[in-house]
């Protein structure tokens, strides 16, 4: 960072793995969080993800990143470890190629965003670095106003109270004043030692404005904001915060609240610029009706505006629209002295009706609303009668509208109008200007957004997780509730599978109140739409509830569903907008969206809303589509699983089967057992080439024809000859099968005779009671492979005491890196099973291959173990 002093450092390592560009990611947030610039954050992420993507996903190496913190700004560092890169010269031209192209693209970015950036290669290493400048902060001006006569101060009805309260550097209020208290409704020990973000109505838009923890970092902040009160409303308040610091150099913020309609108590006054000489310079027409000095963020600067017009103008109420991208609507951006109702991210068209005075791009007088119905939509039920309006334009382009109103009718004229053109003309440019740089930092906002949702919907293939997350990454920051609604098919209704509210309390109440209305009807159009259902729903729900809640008999119980019920009203009583959740050109569900009472979308969250949809819907219905291969694919799997093992007297059996794969329960290896005929039971252990769904397919042929034909009479080199030229007939489809087939007879003296042949499996191995192990067959040619086989049988006689093991080759093959554990291992390890039963013989097998190698099986594994029982000695 040049010679700017190092104030803190944070340093992490990250593996080769695509996991590992989520956790880069995070790391980076929580640390500019942490040193409290959140001015830049957006930017680092996004510029950290994609040279961490380059590093652990491109280059396969790890990725060490390093954060260096200085006063004016903050330096991120990425590193990989690629051993074979090629010093480019520097006289090389450094092309990044399309912004489409995945190699280049952290570079191209770097350009964009970063103040400054910088490569340095080395023989084993890539050193990416970007420095991201901190703004400007506003700090406290000093101003001092004119003397006035006594009619001009403002007014004031009533004792006026000033809260107080200190915030300490966790964010944590520290003290609370009595008119702190009287003001909200909480006593100091219900207030103290909480984060002040529980009380603080702060707009939650991501990428915009200042937020709360930014603004209590700064040296001096004053604007509007809501406060909670314990009753449960949210009041205006204007408020004033000073940073300080204790003689032990511990800092502080002091926070001075009043209500909204008193900000003059606490707001700085304007004081005209002067001259070295003392003398006033010639004002800018933006400054004199702005002020200065003007509001660094778009939010307040348009607040501003309002209470200058309606000042300007001696009016009621004054409000300001921005128009949309396509200049058909306009939405409420600031506005004073009108109800709740009309506040923030309201849409009107911008052709309201008829005519000159019906179209916002003309200026426009109106002497008396009550003789023109619905000429200004705005103020419909307000009580405003004169109104006028004006457009703000930017080289002939319509941004926005400004406009004027008073309770009184004819209260103004075509003078006032010009004089309001005058103003909007002054503040125009810097209103876009301070537009486009809102929007910019919402687009920044949004890309980390939607990068960070991508990243955590691609990372689960479960149904009720991806629903889940979806609700999370909307609630809170795109709004305040959700709903998803999904179709099963084109058929089906819409079925309500999941709520979310930022409120945990009010989830059940909300979920009970949608599931007592009518779903939105599946609209595959795209883009957000109007939803009026549940706040109808919710309004009537409460004015019963209410009307019961009057009986002077009413129990407790109804109290309480009284407090719920309009808990839940308020929670739905703002806008819902409904999105379709459309994939693979099907609609899947829908993503409902709702404010709490008189709350509006802005369109920007719209549209991030919408983008979000889109990714969610293709992530649930892959989700879907996975559940449902997963169901078939486990139904067939289990069908070609044996039934339940037969109980064969004088000899106990035990198998252990594992897949190789995910969600596989039965692959290329297989096994049975199975009765042929009284006192004859059959037995098998085969591999078919390969794994998975083809090879199961074999699996299938071979275990069905085995039963089939041995209870048709035929001997075991006759079974194995014809299986073999069934598999044959399959043709292309066909696999090589290895199989051990056998014929167990249990004997009246307690041993057993086998009749066995092993068509190119591994040899079964029989355990003595003196601890001797031999393999017990001969091998023979395997199964798939040549039409005329010539197989024979083999005879072995267990006596009481011995063990006979078989096992398919992923016992034998299992490895570790170079080793492998071969006949030999597997002999040393049933070496030492002498006298146990035949289930703890097979589970010892099984534990030592699983303890051999630390990874996991990549192939399929059988175990089947035979052993002729001692006689019990009484």
């Known amino acids: 960072m040049g010679s700017a002093v190092i104030t803190a450092r944070a340093a992490a390592t990250f593996e080769p793995a695509g996991r590992s560009v989520a956790t880069a990611r995070a790391f980076v947030r929580d640390t500019l969080q942490g040193w409290g610039y959140t001015d830049v954050i957006d930017d680092a992420v996004v510029l950290t993800s994609e040279l961490v993507t380059n590093a652990v996903v491109h280059a396969g190496t790890a990725a060490d990143v390093l954060c260096l913190r200085a006063e004016d700004g903050v330096r991120v560092e990425v590193a990989d470890h690629y051993p074979e890169r090629e010093v480019p010269l520097q006289s090389t031209a450094v092309d990044f190629g399309s912004p489409d192209r995945e190699s280049g693209r952290g570079l191209l970015l770097c350009a964009a965003l970063a103040s400054r950036w910088g490569v340095e290669y080395t023989p084993t290493r890539k050193h990416v670095w970007f420095q991201l400048d901190l703004p400007d902060r ?243 039920g307000t009580g405003m009668r004169s109104v006028v309006t004006v457009p703000l334009k930017v080289e002939g382009r319509l941004t926005g ?137 919710a309004h009537e729900a409460a004015l019963r509830t209410s009307m019961r809640s009057l009986s002077s008999d009413a129990p407790l119980s109804m109290a309480n569903s009284t407090r719920t019920t309009l808990a839940t009203a308020a929670a739905v009583g703002g806008e819902t907008v409904v999105l379709p959740l459309v994939a693979r050109n099907r609609v899947i569900g829908m993503l409902t969206l709702g404010k709490p009472s008189d709350d509006h979308f802005r369109q920007e969250i719209l549209e991030l809303a919408e983008d979000l949809s889109r990714r969610a819907a293709l992530a649930l219905d892959n989700a879907r589509l996975y559940s449902e291969r997963t169901a078939i694919s486990q139904a067939l799997q289990r069908s070609l699983l044996p039934p339940s093992q037969p109980v064969v007297p004088n000899v106990e059996i035990e198998v252990i089967y594992r897949a190789a794969g995910e969600g596989n329960e039965v692959g290329g290896d297989f096994y049975d057992v199975f009765p042929i005929r009284d006192g004859v039971y059959g037995f098998a252990i085969g591999d078919v080439c390969g794994t998975g769904p083809e090879a199961a397919a074999v699996t299938g042929l071979a275990r069905h024809a085995l039963r089939l034909l041995a209870r048709e009479g035929f001997g075991g080199p006759a079974v194995l000859e014809r299986l073999n030229a069934a598999i044959l007939d399959e043709g292309s489809r066909s696999r090589f099968l290895t199989l051990l087939y056998g014929e167990l007879h249990p004997q009246e003296d307690g041993s057993a005779l086998l009749k066995v042949v092993c068509a190119g499996h591994p040899l079964p191995l029989r355990l003595r009671q003196d601890g001797s192990v031999q393999a017990a067959a001969e091998p023979q040619p395997l199964l798939g492979v040549i039409e005329d086989l010539e197989l024979y049988e083999e005879e072995i006689t267990l006596a009481p005491g011995d063990v006979l093991l078989c096992v398919t080759d992923g016992i034998t093959e299992r490895r570790e890196g170079t080793r492998m554990l071969g006949d030999d291992g597997l002999a040393e390890v049933l070496a030492n099973c002498t006298g146990l039963t035949a289930g703890a013989v097979a589970a010892r097998v099984l534990r030592a291959v699983e303890r051999f190698a630390a990874e996991p099986a990549s192939d399929d594994m059988a175990i089947l173990a035979m052993r002729v029982p001692e006689p019990q000695t009484i």
């Open 401 to 537: 509208s400004l406009g004027v109103a008073a309770e009184a009718a004819g209260r103004y004229t075509n003078e006032e109008a010009l004089r309001l053109q005058f103003a909007a003309d002054r503040i125009a440019l810097a209103v876009e200007s301070a537009r486009l740089g809102e929007l910019e930092r919402l687009r920044r906002g949004s890309l980390s957004f939607l990068v960070e949702a991508s990243d955590l919907l691609a990372g689960t293939l479960d149904r009720d997780q991806t629903l889940a997350l979806m609700a999370q990454m909307t609630v809170p920051t795109l709004a305040t509730w959700c709903a998803v609604y999904t179709i099963a098919d084109p058929a089906s209704e819409p079925f309500l599978s999941y709520v979310l509210h930022e409120d945990e309390d009010l989830i059940d109440g909300l979920k009970a109140l949608l599931s007592r209305i009518d779903p939105p009807e599946p609209v595959p159009s795209p883009g957000a739409r109007v939803w009026g259902a549940p706040t109808k729903a």
């Open 138 to 380: 506003p700090v406290g001006i000093r101003s001092a106003g004119p003397l006035l006569p006594v009619e001009s101060l403002p007014v004031a009805d009533r004792r006026i109270r000033v809260a107080v309260a200190q915030i300490d550097m966790s964010g944590a209020v520290a003290s609370w004043n009595e008119d702190a208290s009287f003001l909200f409704g909480y006593a100091p020990e219900q207030v103290v030692g909480k984060q002040l973000t529980e009380f603080a109505a702060w707009p939650q838009t991501p990428g915009t404005s200042t937020g709360i923890a930014a603004a209590l970092q700064l040296s001096r902040w004053e604007g509007s904001y809501g406060f909670r009160c314990a009753d449960g409303r949210v009041v205006p308040v204007y408020a004033s915060h000073l940073r300080v610091r204790d003689t032990g150099g511990t800092p502080s913020t002091v926070c001075l609240m009043v209500r909204d309609d008193e900000r003059a108590v606490l707001q700085s006054p304007v004081r005209a610029p002067v001259t070295d000489t003392g003398e006033s310079r010639s004002a800018d027409p933006f400054e004199v009706f702005i002020g200065s000095p003007a509001p660094d963020d778009l939010d307040g600067l348009l607040q501003r505006t309002v209470e200058r017009a309606r000042d300007m103008l001696d009016a009621d109420a004054a409000f300001l629209l921005l128009a949309t991208d396509d200049e058909t609507e306009l939405e409420v951006r600031a506005t004073t002295g009108l109800p709740s109702a009309r506040q923030r991210f309201a849409r009107v068209p911008v052709e309201a009706g008829a005519g000159r005075y019906g179209s916002a791009r003309m200026p426009a007088v109106h002497e008396d609303l009550m003789a023109v119905e619905g000429a200004v939509p705005l103020l419909g």
